[in-house]
């Protein structure tokens, strides 16, 4: 079952292209892939975000041009505007060819190498705070 | 319920956790009293593509966002700080980033070296076995040879990698000739006493979804439960019980289908954090200890010490991997961590250079700010600026004891078993608004220096308090501590506290070490000395 009403669901992706169009090499909300999915799991896993989201939908007039109601939301329900971007976003950054295009692979597994560890004491780098030596402050003035 | 506990445990977090532990191990009958449930390595969202957004909900440290059953919320309308907290086995070192870090030797004394605040009833030196001795049971990685440090025991592991971001902001301490060293960590750099090798997923801050880091539920409480201690969850105390000869005889616990039980026991060790250690002393006592239980001093709730947070951020054009982890810490410095008086503050901080983790960032955070600020191209443009490309320092900045920041009862607020919930209230000092000042500044100073092209600031971070200390606070006095030195009630000899409410002062360093050095010298010593102990029959 679908989270949002086809009005309710084509505000958000208008409004939704509005917040993150096509620019610098990323692709808008819309562009981005199956957004709709994403949107419906973002609400599956955040039901609490479910009326401020629609209050916010509800408050865009029928035909009112995607960025004035974008900006009038803004500065009429600023809470309101901020659950659409949340919304928005957080789906746009789960999209896989978002995650691709951004060089991102999640929170990866990527345990440490035998060569990554110590790597400052083989090229010196730890050196000079080393030859500098203590810097704590002893309470008995040793 | 009917049979007596040896030793009643309230709360089965860091300092709970190893008091059961150590307390099983002799042979001591151990039951713990945990409001919260087990959490299990698959609830967390560190491996899953939802990771940020359920870091904004259910895996926030303020319990006030997650507003789960096991939490009870907090007033925070007086405080500029939230406190952080998490309630289940293992507490919040389930959520902590697990800096692992021992305060200094001055710190144990403030009062002699700076004027300011208190000494405590024990040093540094005191304090440094049991220190080594944690090293071990949590698995500590890290570098031995810290200048910042007397010479001390080397950590069991060797550190983590430092990354990118820590050469990075290593090159810009060397520059201007600054302390820096590999930060120590209670996260295993190899596998180690049945958890993993840290992945470096970065999530530690939302549960480590490989078992490698070292919260308590992994560390301690299979150990303590194999020697026989029984961890009772799901059980919210309401009032620790006193008998007629004015001892702790227990406490009354509710149970999930909302039914009291009265647990009784010789002895009552409370390690409820320094939130919720003085809400229930303060819920206790009735009558006969007016003004809540082992508080005739009056000090139970005062000098709360949340260490205020900033942060410098700096973005440069190289890609620093920057949301790899751990979260916690690449490396830290302790060059601005003693007092200069020159500077026009005492005491200091220690920084801690950090990943700034995945794309989605505080998003929701923009609400109201000019809409083509945050949004639009300027979306791509700031995601792309921040995510890969920059790291924190951050500033854990010394809090001074002030009996006006405290912790109270709320006069109307309830968690879901109608016991009256916890008020805080709290101010940052001018000594804490010119530390950060001054630090901040400094910090501006390392980021230019290790390149970065353009830097942003956060004065102070609201949701910051993960730190909770001091509100029943140690000393040899009892007309001006709540504790002695073994954390023993002053007022009633067989009611402990072991938590970080203990805290005399709160150095510039994150706490859980030597919250659980401080509980395992005083459980060692309440098992040398059982045979001496007053306890409720």
Same mark, same amino acid.
């Given at each position: 079952?679908?989270? %949002? ?6 505000? #958000?992706?208008? /409004? =939704?292209? $509005?917040?993150?169009? *096509?620019?610098?090499?990323? !692709? ?44 009038? %939301? ?6 309101? #505007?901020?659950? /659409? =971007?949340? $919304?928005?976003?957080? *789906?746009?950054?789960?999209? !896989? ?46 | ?537």
């Amino acid at each position: 079952m679908s989270a %949002l009403s086809d009005p309710r669901r084509a505000a #958000l992706n208008a /409004i =939704g292209d $509005v917040l993150i169009p *096509a620019a610098l090499g990323m !692709p808008s909300f819309t562009g981005a892939g199956d957004v709709d999915a994403m949107v419906d799991h973002v609400l599956s896993l955040r039901p609490e975000l479910a009326d401020s989201l629609n209050q916010a939908l509800d408050r865009v007039g029928a035909g009112e041009e995607a960025a004035t109601a974008a900006e009038r %939301l803004n500065r009429e329900d600023p809470d309101g #505007l901020a659950t /659409i =971007g949340l $919304v928005a976003s957080s *789906a746009y950054y789960m999209v !896989p060819e978002v995650r691709r295009i951004m060089g991102y692979r999640g929170q990866e597994q990527r345990p440490a190498t035998a060569d990554e560890e110590h790597d400052y004491m083989r090229d010196n780098l730890l050196q000079p705070v080393i030859d500098r030596g203590p810097i704590y402050r002893d309470p008995d003035g040793g | 319920m009917g049979e007596i506990a040896e030793v009643l445990i309230i709360g089965a977090g860091a300092s709970g956790a190893v008091a059961a532990k150590h307390l099983a191990e002799a042979g001591v009958g151990v039951v713990c009293l945990e409001q919260g449930r087990q959490v299990e390595a698959s609830e967390f969202y560190g491996d899953k593509p939802e990771w940020e957004l359920m870091s904004q909900r259910l895996w926030h440290p303020n319990p006030n966002v997650r507003g789960l059953a096991t939490d009870y919320p907090i007033d925070t309308s007086e405080s500029d700080v939230n406190p952080l907290m998490f309630a289940g086995v293992g507490g919040s070192t389930l959520i902590y980033a697990a800096h692992w870090q021992r305060f200094m030797p001055s710190d144990f004394r403030v009062k002699s070296l700076d004027g300011v605040a208190d000494d405590w009833p024990f040093t540094y030196q005191d304090l440094e076995p049991f220190y080594d001795h944690m090293d071990v049971e949590m698995g500590v990685s890290g570098l031995a040879g810290d200048p910042a440090y007397p010479p001390m025991t080397p950590p069991p592991l060797p550190p983590l990698p430092i990354g990118r971001i820590g050469r990075l902001a290593a090159k810009g301490m060397n520059d201007l000739g600054w302390h820096w060293w590999p930060a120590p960590q209670a996260i295993p750099s190899r596998a180690y006493r049945g958890r993993s090798q840290c992945a470096r997923r970065g999530t530690c801050m939302q549960g480590c979804p490989e078992q490698a880091k070292a919260s308590t539920d992994l560390t301690h409480w299979p150990e303590a439960i194999a020697n026989g201690a029984q961890l009772i969850t799901g059980a919210r105390v309401r009032e620790i019980t006193v008998n007629a000869q004015g001892l702790a005889s227990g406490a009354i616990w509710i149970d999930r289908d909302g039914v009291e039980h009265h647990q009784r026991a010789e002895k009552v060790i409370v390690c409820a954090n320094g939130v919720g250690t003085p809400r229930l002393l303060l819920l206790s006592g009735g009558d006969r200890f007016a003004g809540g239980l082992a508080n005739s001093s009056g000090l139970v709730g005062r000098n709360l010490m949340m260490h205020p947070y900033a942060a410098t951020v700096g973005y440069f054009d190289e890609p620093l991997d920057s949301w790899l982890g751990p979260a916690g810490q690449a490396i830290h410095s302790m060059q601005f961590y003693e007092t200069d008086t020159s500077r026009g503050f005492v005491r200091g901080a220690k920084w801690n250079a950090m990943p700034t983790g995945g794309p989605l960032g505080m998003r929701s955070a923009y609400g109201g700010a000019p809409l083509e600020e945050a949004w639009g191209e300027n979306l791509h443009r700031a995601t792309q600026k921040r995510f890969g490309h920059s790291f924190e320092w951050g500033i854990i900045a010394e809090d001074l004891p002030d009996p006006d920041n405290r912790v109270v009862l709320d006069d109307s607020l309830t968690d879901t078993d109608g016991i009256p919930s916890p008020k805080i209230i709290y101010r940052n000092s001018e000594n804490t608004e010119k530390l950060i000042a001054f630090h901040l500044e400094r910090q501006r100073e390392a980021m230019e220096a290790a390149g970065a092209k353009s830097i942003s600031t956060t004065t102070l971070m609201r949701d910051c308090g993960w730190h909770l200390m001091g509100t029943c606070r140690m000393g040899n006095d009892p007309e001006t501590s709540v504790l002695d030195q073994w954390g023993a009630s002053h007022d009633v000899p067989n009611l402990h506290v072991l938590d970080g409410s203990t805290f005399v002062t709160s150095s510039g360093f994150n706490p859980t070490a030597t919250i659980c050095a401080i509980a395992l010298r005083s459980v060692m010593h309440m098992i040398e000395t059982r045979a001496d102990q007053r306890v409720a029959s």
